[in-house]
């Protein structure tokens, strides 16, 4: 029997994260600011893969530029895995992962929530629940205020991306006793 779509599911408090264990879930975290063009990246890749059949240890969320209010997903998965634009000077669209240890291991280019990724990454190593986090970064060249389209080179990037992402939680799903 073909598995149906389910449509995504809008968290609208952190009960979300608690409602069931999450022991054995990785969370794909799409962060960017969606009215800013190519930095909102993130959060269309989260609205990308809110279309497709996911597997069930697979969790998705727009974390929009949530900053510190995204503390509690950190201390309810395992495993995080963060998408997010980057002004690295690179070609626009390129895809790289990076296994950040501490906030200064993020590029230091992240766009305009910089500041607020890295002040919450610093606030997860000082608990007592760091989960294993690796973050998926697409190259921008620029960002336009107040507009939802992505350049093309950004926007043909997603679908790449979203495979990757796929692939390496593929890998990452172990079964915890």
């Known amino acids: 029997m073909a598995k149906i779509a389910q449509p995504p599911v809008a968290v609208s408090s952190d009960a979300f994260f608690f409602e069931k264990d999450k022991t054995n879930s990785i969370l794909i975290l799409g962060v960017g600011n969606y009215l800013m063009g190519d930095e909102g990246v993130g959060v269309h890749l989260i ?14 969320l727009d974390g929009g530029t949530g ?19 980057t002004m690295d000077g690179r070609e626009a669209g390129t895809i790289d992962l990076i296994r ?4 200064s291991d993020f590029p230091t280019a ?15 190593y000082l608990t007592n629940s760091q989960p ?17 389209t992505l350049s093309s080179k ?3 990037a ?3 991306a979203v495979d990757q992402i796929l692939d390496l939680a593929g890998k990452l799903t172990v079964v915890h006793p």
């Open 100 to 103: 950040p240890k501490f906030a």
């Open 154 to 156: 950004v926007a043909a």
């Open 47 to 60: 609205q990308e893969m809110a279309r497709r059949i996911l597997p069930d240890n697979i969790d998705i």
């Open 132 to 148: 294993d986090i690796h973050l998926f970064t697409i190259s921008v060249e620029e960002i336009k205020p107040m507009t939802v």
């Open 110 to 124: 992240l766009s305009v929530h910089d500041v607020g990724l890295k002040d919450m990454i610093e606030a997860v």
């Open 67 to 85: 900053g510190l209010l995204l503390l509690n997903c950190f201390e309810a998965y395992r495993t995080v895995i963060f998408v997010d634009a």
């Open 158 to 160: 997603i679908p790449m």
